[in-house]
């Protein structure tokens, strides 16, 4: 079967998507990640138009994780993103348009319309804090109590990088990535976003999203950060979304 990569979000470490990664493995599939919150370094290609106007580090981004499935030898893979991840993944998808295939991107970044880098941190922040006190007594001493206390860690332990990846966030524009990759790549994409998610809020994204060039918009139950609380539920979701992605290919040829 196809390989499926994992393309994380701001400052999001392999130990957050453990468990994810391990219910997909159960299902069968073979799951590669790379832990480079912040990209590679050094000189890039220069790109032509629109390609050109994405922020640096955005492009190091995808280069990074093109650069794994190179070193792998993987000419082909699902993706399976989340927040900034999504657009990491679709900037990767204009760059390799052949190596990425369907896509799924969980409550995707930048698809909120006009955005602030103060604004963008305040609901990080407030996300944050509301999920950490709803789940403290829920999932006491559990790994995924701690999710956004590690992704604040990897903040800190990387102000300057983490600031400059954030002020990217509020510089994209999704569903112009979405409509270029309609236009110039075979890849499906399908979001999938929380009906609870305060950080990229849902009716802000349905004002963005169209339909014409996504393949489909799912809202489910849940917060920025469900899918780690529920991997099972989440990754089932993804693994059955992409086979259905799988069909509608066939079908449509």
């Not at 609870?196 to 963005?208: A, C, E, G, W």
């Amino acid at each position: 079967s196809v390989p499926l990569i994992i393309v994380a979000g701001w400052n999001q470490t392999i130990e957050v998507w453990k468990d994810a990664i391990e219910e997909l493995e159960k299902l069968g599939k073979r799951v590669v990640m790379i832990e480079a919150p912040h990209g590679i370094t050094g000189n890039i290609t220069t790109y032509d138009e629109p390609i050109n106007s994405i922020p640096l580090i955005m492009i190091q981004k995808a280069q990074a994780h093109i650069a794994l499935l190179e070193h792998l030898k993987i000419t082909r893979v699902d993706v399976i993103a989340q927040s900034q991840g999504g657009i990491d993944a679709l900037v990767a998808t204009l760059l390799k348009p052949n190596v990425f295939h369907n896509i799924i991107i969980f409550n995707p970044a930048g698809m909120v319309g006009a955005d602030q880098l103060p604004f963008l941190l305040g609901r990080f922040t407030l996300e944050a804090m509301r999920d950490i006190l709803t789940h403290a007594k829920q999932l006491p001493g559990d790994m995924r109590n701690k999710i956004n206390q590690r992704i604040a860690f990897q903040a800190l332990k990387h102000p300057f990088k983490s600031t400059r990846s954030a002020h990217a966030i509020t510089k994209i524009r999704l569903e112009q990535l979405i409509e270029l990759i309609r236009v110039k790549c075979q890849s499906q994409i399908v979001c999938i976003a929380g009906e609870d998610d305060t950080l990229f809020p849902i009716d802000k994204m349905r004002t963005q999203a169209s339909l014409k060039s996504l393949g489909g918009f799912l809202t489910v139950k849940g917060n920025h950060v469900a899918i780690f609380r529920h991997p099972a539920i989440y990754m089932n979701l993804a693994y059955h979304m992409l086979a259905a992605m799988r069909q509608l290919e066939v079908i449509n040829k």
